[in-house]
């Protein structure tokens, strides 16, 4: 009974490099979702996805791509990290329809980047 | 547009003594609302939810919330609070207003829970 799995829990990064933070599910969800959570800005929403071929920005997209090719992974790509980007990652998936439904989320990547 | 605004950053109290998490929305449409916890270095866990069925809603470990459309507000309480509480928590609005499936998360309130 895995749920939302992440990898990897910490990362260090230097500014420029380039990484991807992975998430799968086992329960089949259509809904995944990433999340960047920032100390009293609770989370927000980075990109989201409602099955396989299907992705779509959040609140805060910049910097970072996403693909969706199967229904148990939703990767994020950093293309260039930046400081910026140092923060908890959560992954989060969930069944359609959205409303009244509750989200599963992973236990979350911290990333740093000098 | 909806909004969560969780009203303390910061709620101390002693063990056995309630807990009151205190949380108004803003929302054009019937909301959903969740209340989750974050233990440190944990994933997020979803305590309750609200979906319209019962103003109160009971949820895990002894918590619960009562929504109240005519103050906005869907405050968390527990009656006798426990070492474990300690945890931040989160006061979630689902966004029903868009198609991003968007939670829309309060600040954080966390719990301290002294012996």
């Known amino acids: 009974n895995a749920g939302v799995t992440q990898t990897p829990k910490f990362q260090v990064l230097k500014t420029g490099q380039s990484m991807t933070l992975q998430c799968a599910q086992d329960?089949?969800?259509?809904?995944m979702s990433w999340y960047r959570q920032d100390p009293g800005m609770g989370l927000r929403l980075i990109h989201y996805?409602?099955?396989?071929?299907?992705?779509d920005q959040g609140e805060v997209p910049n910097g970072y791509n996403v693909s969706r090719s199967t229904t148990e992974d939703f990767p994020l790509r950093l293309l260039s990290a930046a400081p910026s980007q140092t923060s908890v990652y959560f992954c989060?998936?969930?069944?359609?329809?959205?409303?009244?439904?509750?989200?599963?989320f992973g236990q979350g990547t911290r990333l740093t980047v000098v | 547009a909806q909004s969560v605004t969780q009203l303390d950053s910061h709620v101390s109290v002693s063990e056995g003594t309630p807990v009151l998490l205190r949380c108004n929305y803003s929302s054009s449409y019937s909301p959903s609302l969740f209340w989750y916890v974050q233990h440190p270095n944990k994933g997020l866990q979803l305590l309750l939810k609200?979906?319209?069925?019962?103003?109160l809603v009971k949820g895990i470990n002894g918590f619960e919330a009562e929504f109240k459309k005519s103050e906005t507000s869907f405050h968390l309480t527990k009656p006798s609070a426990h070492m474990s509480d300690a945890a931040e928590y989160f006061c979630?609005?689902?966004?029903?207003?868009?198609?991003?499936?968007?939670?829309?998360f309060g600040q954080g309130t966390t719990l301290q829970v002294k012996p």
């Open positions: 996805s409602v099955g396989a071929g299907i992705t």
């Open positions: 989060a998936s969930s069944y359609l329809p959205l409303l009244n439904t509750e989200a599963f």
């Open positions: 979630v609005v689902s966004d029903g207003s868009s198609n991003t499936g968007k939670l829309i």
């Open positions: 609200y979906t319209s069925a019962a103003t």
């Open positions: 329960m089949n969800h259509e809904y």
